[in-house]
């Protein structure tokens, strides 16, 4: 059996908060996430599901090292992650990539389209010429289902479902395998979030991508992730097959989240 | 229009819920607490004028919950400014927005009143708890006195001992556990689910106070997506706590939601609204599960469930306002269109007894036909 593409044992992250008003004294260690474990295996979709405040996104970061955990392992197919440094790691990097929430926030406004999305190859692949680079741009945004002339235009003539593309575009221009996306939806309107969503599931498909699926909202889970883990306070406190999770949950805290969601009367 | 203007007559507007009626004894116990009369809202932009808020009628009975559904640029939310009176500088209001008297008086239209007419309704009878609690909270004000600063705001004779004793009871209205503690402490160490209590208690806190006129709640509570930035469990702590101070004080609520899983569970009636129009309206239950307008329709197969099934997005976008079709707004983005679509704004036709919808589609038209 091959290695996973991403295993995590025992991660653990803390950081200091300030004891009191003006930070005096000792600083109290706060921890963020604590004994996380986890596999990824190649082409499924693994979704780590919390309420605020619960270290899902900070597992996140320490997944791609955007953190270093204060303790753990981190393996990329069987490869120590976390030893890696200099060419190694930038190898590693280009493997996986991140959608952001807020497609407002997450693209350079005084950057073009077209730069904004062909930036990645201008640092992972110099080598390419400029024709080369604009066409590989113009076929990622033809893949997201964007015009090519996007590229010559500026993000704020874009709608916010538009732009949500044009970070995917971002992510996918390097071909990663892994893809983290953190609440790609969760800013856009519901008409226009199922576009997204749609989009993701075919891209994966075509693209044969793995993708860590960050989200506080289990509906939106349900139409992706094959696989569910539960964050509580730093923990995952249930792990498991997506339908498993969401039909029969085992955690008395994953019950609640689902208890807790507002249901339709109906089946539209 | 000058204050307390008879019931029916609303001067050249036809007021479509006050046809008929022209009795000017009429019982206004009975009668809706608010009557919203052809609204429309026109702000000044860049590009020229937009109409977030287009033609917009409803009524809402006393105790009644309405949700407005619908998605960014829709509206909703500047309707709810619009009633308030706070809409941005430079906005123009048009139409009529009745609300019933406490005591048995004359009705009143809001957008006729004078500013300082409309601060003592503001808070009062009208409250409005917002989205995110940690922006229309006071940074740097114990959250007990921006309370009091409401109940002041009323009530501007009560003793200070009096006015303490109804932040307390503000808080204790609103669950917030340990209250004296709460009301000395800033909204910063307050978690989300806590400072929307407290902007709760707030808004219900004026009316507390002031026991003039024989009524003393607000008798409506303007709630704009106030669950939208909470997690979902403390958003089910908000939505009973609404529910039960529905029942209690017999409140009507407004609530306004992108949502249609919350909307479900506060609404007893529903108004769909689209590029600023509303364009289905009727029972909750029967919107959601007959919905008659393709955008309606459209938006409950594109949101989500927890049983993983095909989505069906809505192509395209939800159109700009400065840039709005000369038909059917919901024309380039619906599957079902025709020709005639794109020639004009369709009316509000019944689909059922109280159940209307914006779309050429809808078999029966019996124009201004009691709803």
């Keep these: 059996m091959t290695a996973p593409l991403l295993e995590a044992r025992n991660l653990r992250k803390t950081f200091s908060a300030p004891a009191g008003t003006f930070a005096m004294g000792e600083r ?58 200099g060419p190694a790691l930038r190898a590693l990097r280009r493997e996986m990539q991140m959608v952001f929430q807020d497609p407002f926030g997450s693209l350079d406004p005084r950057m073009r389209v077209g730069a904004i999305v062909g930036e990645p190859l201008e ?15 113009a076929e990622i945004l033809r893949a997201v289902g964007m015009n090519e002339d996007a590229m010559t235009r500026y993000p704020h003539e874009f709608s916010g479902g538009q732009r949500q593309r044009i970070g995917i575009a971002r992510a996918l221009i390097l071909r990663p395998r892994l893809v983290v996306a953190d609440e790609p939806v969760s800013a ?35 139409q992706l992730a094959t696989r569910i883990a539960v964050m509580q306070g730093g923990r995952i406190v249930e792990t498991g097959p ?18 807790a969601i507002p249901v339709m009367p109906v089946e539209p | 229009m000058a204050f307390g203007t008879f019931h029916g007559r609303h001067g050249d507007t036809i007021c479509r819920f006050c046809a008929g009626e022209q009795n000017p004894s009429y019982d206004v116990r009975v009668s809706a607490l608010i009557e919203l009369c052809n609204l429309t809202v026109e702000l000044p932009t860049p590009a020229g004028w937009i109409r977030p ?75 409005m708890i917002f989205q995110e609690p940690m922006t229309a ?42 209250p004296a503690m709460r009301a000395r402490q800033y909204p910063h160490q307050l978690s989300g689910g806590l400072r929307q209590r407290v902007m709760i208690a707030m808004a219900l806190a004026a009316g507390a106070a002031s026991i003039t006129n024989g009524h003393c709640e607000p008798r409506l509570l303007i709630a704009d997506e106030p669950t939208t930035a909470l997690d979902v469990t403390v958003q089910k702590q908000i939505l009973e706590l609404l529910a039960r101070l529905r029942r209690d004080l017999g409140l009507a609520l407004l609530f306004i939601t992108h949502d249609l899983g ?43 469930q927890l049983v993983r099934r095909k989505l ?45 919808a914006r779309c050429i589609l809808v078999d029966c038209v019996s124009p201004g036909a009691a709803i």
């Design chain 1, 28 to 85: 109290a260690r706060v921890i963020a996430v604590e004994g996380a474990s986890l596999d990824l295996a190649a082409g499924e979709t693994l979704a780590i599901v919390g309420e605020s405040g619960s270290g899902k996104t900070t597992l996140a970061r320490m997944l791609l090292r955007l953190i270093e955990p204060d303790s753990g392992e981190l393996l990329i197919e069987g490869r120590d992650f976390l030893a890696a440094r």
């Design chain 1, 123 to 137: 640092i992972h692949e110099p080598q390419l010429s400029r024709a080369q680079r604009r066409d590989r741009v």
């Design chain 1, 188 to 222: 856009l309107d519901v008409s226009v979030g199922a576009q997204i969503l749609e989009l993701l599931q075919n891209l994966q498909r075509d693209f044969a991508l793995t993708y860590l699926l960050i989200s506080h909202s289990l509906p939106v889970v349900a």
């Design chain 1, 242 to 259: 997506a339908e498993q999770v969401l039909g029969t949950p085992t955690h008395p805290y994953t019950q609640s989240l689902i208890a």
């Design chain 2, 53 to 127: 808020v287009d033609d917009v009628s409803f009524t809402l009975q006393t105790g009644e919950s309405l949700g407005l559904v619908g998605e960014s640029g829709s509206g909703k939310s500047m309707l709810a400014l619009a009633l308030m009176g706070l809409l941005p500088p430079g906005a123009k209001v048009f139409g009529e927005a009745w609300l019933a008297n406490a005591n048995g008086g004359l009705r009143v239209n809001l957008f006729a009143l004078t500013e300082r007419e409309r601060i003592a309704i503001r808070g009062r009878d009208i409250a």
């Design chain 2, 137 to 178: 909270l006071n940074p740097v004000m114990r959250v007990g006195a921006q309370i009091a600063e409401a109940i002041r705001a009323h009530s501007a004779n009560l003793a200070s001992a009096e006015v303490d004793r109804h932040v307390l009871a503000a808080l204790e209205r609103a669950a917030v556990p340990d």
């Design chain 2, 262 to 304: 919350v909307v479900a569970q506060v609404a007893d009636r529903i108004a769909v609204t689209y590029a600023g129009r509303i364009v289905e309206e009727g029972p909750a239950r029967e919107v959601l599960a007959h919905p008659q307008h393709p955008y309606t329709a459209g938006l409950l197969r594109a949101s989500p």
């Design chain 2, 312 to 356: 069906e997005p809505i192509p395209g976008n939800v159109p700009s306002l400065t840039a709005l079709p000369t038909g059917c707004a919901f024309e380039p983005r619906c599957a079902l269109r025709r020709d005639e679509c794109t020639t004009a704004m369709p009316e509000l036709r019944n689909a059922g007894p109280e159940h209307r």
